[in-house]
Structures are given as C-alpha cells and as structure tokens.
C-alpha cells in the first residue's frame, strides 16, 4: 500500500496521537504508579489488569500476553491494519496532514469528510436505530427476531436495530446532532435524490463493526411484503471506512477468541452469526453480502496471530447445497497456505447455525463446528461421491478426476498424503492413486501456456466427465459379451443346454444389457430354440434404436470359430463371462473393504469378507470349467 509516508510525517503521527487517548477508547485505564496507566489487556482474557500504558514514552506493553509498541503498532492490532493503513488512521483522526515520498500522486487527492466524522455519524445511527426497534413500528423487526430465537438481551448484544419506514427519520436526526448532509452521504447513510432521504427504511438493521468496536456500516434485512427494494439483504456500500472485501461481521466480538483459540469460525450471515456466539460458538464471523476473498483471509490471519506460520484453523460452516461447494472448490483455488489450514463442516439436513440453534440447541451448534473436515478432504470427498464406487467402472472414473485435483495442488510436499487420503476413499491401492496422480500432473490442464504471458488462473477442478457416456460396441472390454451374445441369437439351443446361469449383471455394455433383458423377457435362450424368426422377434421388442440395431449386428456376424459352435466352445464362452463378472464382484468387494474400517464396522467387514471367500471360491470353480471346456 502506501509505503511511501514521509519518515517526518510518521512522527508527527506518533507525536500527536497520544497512546492514553487511543487505546482509552479501547481499554479503561487507571493510575498504576509510577507515571504508567494500566488496565484489562484487549488482546487476550484476563481478569485482573496485566496491560500498562505509559504516555510519557509513548509506549503500551502486556505482561500476560507479551503484546506491546507503540500508538501505531497499537492501532495495527486492534483493527488488524497494515503500518500504512494504521498511520493513515491515525493521521486521519488527529488532523495530521501526511506527505509522502515524491512520485506519490495522492499526496494532493482531495479529502472529504474526515473518518472520524463518519464513525461519530454510525454510532449516533446505530443509537438511534436501537432505540427505534422498541416502537410499535417495529413489531414486525422484535417478531423476525424472536422467531429465530433473540430475546431483547441477545439484540442488545449485537446492537440490532430498526429503520423507520418513513424516508428521513435518521436524516433529520443527525442534521439535528450538526452532521452534514456530505458527512452523511458519504458515509453510506443518506443518500440523495429530489431531496436527501435513508438509504435504509423499514428494514431490520445490524450494525457492521470494525475490530475496535466502531460502527462502520449495516446490514439490512427486508422484513416487510410491500418493501419496495426486493433485496433480502442491502449493505453500506464501498466507503471511505466500509472496504467490503475486509468487513467481518461479528469480527469486534469474534477477536479474541480467534487470538486465544486460533480458531475462526465462517457462517453466512447476520443471523448466523449471532446464533453461535449465543451457542457457545464465540469466533463466529460473517462477510457481508461478498463472497469469502483473499483479503477476509488475511484480516483473520491477521487475528488469529499467524504472521509467520500458519497454524490456526479456519472452519467454514458451508451450506451442503451447490452454491456452498463452489464456495468451498473456491476457496481451494486460493492462498495455499490458508487452505491447508481451512476446514468445513456441513449440516447433513441443509440446516445453517440459526435453524439448528431453533431445533435442537445450543449444543449442536457447538457440535456442527467439532464436526469439521478438512477442506481438501470435503472437496475430494464430493469429487469421488458424485460416483457409484461399487462399480469399477465408476471408480476408475472417480480415481482419474480424483487425481486431476490433487495435482492441482500447488503445495507440492502435500501431494502424496491427498493422494493417500484418495486410494482410501476410492478404494484402490495407494500405488494406483500414485501412478495416476503423476499422469494427471504430466498431462495437467494446470501448465501454464507455452508463450508464459499469462499466469495460471487458480485452478479450479475441471468440471465433471459426463456420466456413463456410452463406449463403442466393438470395444475389445466387450467382446467376450458380444460373442456371448452372438451365440444366444445365433445358436440359442447351444446355450440353452450349456447353462441357465447368465444374468443381466453379466452384461457391462448398457446396450448389451439391454439385449439380453430381452432375451430374458422373451423366456431365455431356450425359447429360441428352433424358432427361425428368434431374431426378430427380439428385434421387434426393442424400443431402442440402438439395441435394435444391434441386434441385427448380433444376428448376421459371423461367429469367430470356423466350424459349428460346439459345446466345448459354447461353455468356454458362458464360463468365462460368469467367471469375469465373479472377479467384478471380487474387486467391488475388495474396494469395499478398503473403505471400511475393521474396527468400527467390524460386523460388515467380517460379514464381507466371507463374502469375499465365497466368491473366489466361485471364480476357481468357474475357472476349472472354462478351462475344462477347452
Ligand atoms: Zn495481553
């Protein structure tokens, strides 16, 4: 940012914002000798005052938390701005005009309003908004908030409020306290069209806090039918004080549990905010009306004491819906070091913090949070879950788009422990998962364009391959089933006395399939015995183009023996197919195992895995008799 601030300008800054009068609009302080002041430390919890300030050197120190500076890192802390942003702040508030470095066009920007005009305006708004949602007018405001479980305690809490309807209530209440009608407009609170007039009416209002404490902006909910702005929501727009990229709701309550905890808690929004402060939930936050951006991530970076290293935790309660995992598959395209430290927790009935709050308490709100998953497994897990693992088809399709997002994966040294997490949850080997992340990285859509102009976009998964498209007939998977086929049509009464053990789940070609249920229907290849319009009549059952054609195929193809089927070559046939759906079945059942736990369902696991025996038992006895019949 601006980090060309004169070093002359700096310290008329620190001469002039005197350190007991910025942090007293923080903390009360009191005499503790000795020319120091001290007082409740505002960056951790304790009980008796380990924070002392002394003016005369202009500095504060923590003895419990070990924070401590001067005026400017001070304000640095307690709103989580950047040393520009703080001196800005401060040169703002104490009249200090700032010069800059030559070659620093904003040296001359025209001011406005100063910014601590605009934060005295929202704090007489939010007065005076708070003192209206006790009018009969707000009826409606207290029945919205008490259907969503706030009492009149929790709405003082969060400062809830209520804008009158008719257009200038707040207008002319602060002309009258002596704001300006330019002061008002641009602080987003006024705006202007034949005359000055509200930007909200008739809304329920919360207001829009900075980290200290100071109002800044609202967050407006519709709660009338005949309002005339459909928004469910309107916010203060871009400010001089109301950055939307940065704003936090719930921020000023959320800080120093984050700070303690390490934690921070993302919800969607006002209510659901409130909703788990009152659970128990106390680093809950909320953007306001933006979606979640690289810059709320630093604000809590900044919070949560990770200047360094990142080690806290950043839990997003998403909605389970579409528009929740495009936020989370969003958030994973960013910072990489906030996403290896990102978590999400969904709840399974859709239910956001408030609802939850309302139908079973307290305490699972509290439990929705403990829930949480890492980001990167929610992803891969809703990758691999749009499949039907129990179909190695499927898994084969979930492994590769699988491995596509873990190479996108720009923190290399994670790599192998996602690619680990997906052999577990697809069911494959972690060698398999390996090999074919490694083809996904060789192959990525992720390299950057040969000419190098243009940095790679955060990568996003590709979207998903179309479900079950279908393959070619002639594919060599599906020869032995067309030859199979070939026979029944061709040869039903060889079939017919080799075995009545084929069965649809034989078949892995849909068309295939098809075929043969209408060989099923008709009675089985025995009822084509004999019959010299067995193939029409099939034919003529089909309602699908594609099965009836290739019936047709089935019918004229020669079969690949050059003399008559015998029944040596016919139970070869028969036998194998059996035989190969039996190993399907053998790799469903393995992959199943691997994805269950032998100690939490030890009853299913033991119960599959003498399935398992069962078959391969199955598969030699098929095995004998395909080889048998050669
Ligand atoms: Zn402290």
């Known amino acids: 940012m601006a980090g060309l601030i004169r070093e002359e300008s700096i310290a008329e800054v620190r001469e002039k914002a005197r350190i007991d009068d910025v942090v007293s609009e923080h903390v009360s302080l009191r005499n503790a000798g000795g020319g120091s002041l001290k007082g409740l430390c505002p960056f951790h919890d304790e009980k008796s005052p380990s924070f002392h300030v002394t003016p005369s050197r202009g500095f504060f120190h923590c003895f419990g938390c070990q924070a401590g500076g001067d005026v400017i890192k001070f304000v640095m802390d307690i709103d989580a701005l950047s040393f520009a942003e703080a001196v800005e702040r401060l040169a703002d508030k104490f009249g200090v005009q700032l010069r800059r470095e030559e070659g620093d066009v904003r040296e001359d920007r025209p001011r406005g309003p100063q910014r601590n005009r605009l934060v005295e305006a929202h704090k007489a708004a939010q007065q005076f908004y708070a003192e209206q949602l006790s009018t009969p007018d707000a009826l409606v405001a207290r029945q919205f908030l008490a259907e969503r479980g706030f009492d009149q305690s929790a709405a003082e809490m969060f400062g809830v409020g209520f804008a009158p309807r008719d257009g200038d209530a707040l207008f002319k209440h602060l002309r009258q306290k002596a704001f300006s009608q330019e002061e008002l407009v641009v602080g987003g609170l006024v705006a202007v069209g034949r005359s000055a007039y509200d930007r909200f009416r008739g809304r329920l209002l919360w207001p829009i806090r900075e980290a200290g404490g100071d109002t800044i902006g609202f967050g407006a909910r519709r709660i009338f039918e005949d309002d005339r702005i459909d928004a469910k929501y309107l916010n203060t727009s871009e400010t001089p004080i109301y950055k939307k990229s940065q704003v936090l709701y719930g ?6 549990d984050m700070a303690r905890s390490s934690q921070a808690v993302v919800v969607e929004g006002y209510t659901d905010v409130m909703a788990c402060h009152l659970a128990g939930v106390t680093t809950a936050v909320a953007t306001c009306g933006t979606a979640f951006g690289d810059e709320h991530a630093r604000v809590l970076r900044r919070f949560m004491h990770d200047h360094e290293e990142f080690r806290g935790e950043v839990i997003f309660a998403f909605d389970g819906d579409a528009a929740g995992q495009k936020a989370a598959l969003r958030t994973f395209g960013g910072d990489q070091n906030f996403v290896s430290q990102t978590y999400v927790t969904v709840e399974p009935d859709g239910m956001d913090p408030c609802d939850l ?10 439990e ?10 929610f992803v891969l897990g809703n990758v691999v879950g749009k499949y039907d693992l129990d179909r190695a088809d499927s898994r084969v399709d979930a492994l590769r788009e699988g491995a596509r997002l873990v190479s996108s994966i720009r923190d ?29 990285t060789s192959r990525g859509p ?27 007939l002639r594919d060599p998977r599906f020869a032995l089933e067309r030859e199979t086929l070939k026979l029944v049509i061709q040869h039903p009464m060889a079939i017919g006395r080799t075995t009545s ?8 070609h849909p068309v295939y399939r098809a075929v043969w249920e209408l060989v099923a229907a008709a009675g089985g290849p025995v009822a084509g015995s004999g019959d010299a319009s067995w193939a029409g009549r099939l034919r003529d059952a089909a309602t699908d183009p594609a099965v009836s054609s290739a019936i047709s195929a089935l019918a004229v193809e020669p079969i690949r023996t050059a003399k ?28 199943r195992l691997q994805r269950t736990n032998p100690v939490e369902n030890a009853t299913e696991y033991n119960r599959m895995f003498g399935e398992l025996a069962a078959l391969e038992q199955h598969r030699r006895t098929l095995r004998e008799r395909t080889v048998g019949a050669t």
């Open 564 to 591: 008559e089927p015998d029944a040596a070559y016919v139970s070869m046939h028969v036998f194998r197919l059996l035989e190969l759906t039996a190993m399907r079945r053998i790799a469903d059942l393995k992959s």
């Open 446 to 472: 992720a390299k950057p364009d040969q000419r190098g102009a243009r940095r790679a976009e955060p990568e996003a998964p590709a979207p998903p391959a179309p479900r079950n498209p279908v393959p070619d």
């Open 412 to 440: 290399r040294s994670k790599v192998d422990a996602f690619a680990r997490e997906l052999a577990g949850m697809v069911g494959v080997d972690i060698e398999q998962a390996r090999g074919e992340v490694r083809r996904a």
């Open 501 to 508: 053990d084929i069965g649809t789940d034989d078949f892995t």
């Open 368 to 377: 929705l949070v403990a829930r949480r998953v890492p980001l990167y497994r």
């Open 251 to 256: 921020i000023d309550l959320a800080r120093k």
């Open 357 to 366: 709050r309302i139908k079973q308490g307290d305490a699972a709100v509290r």
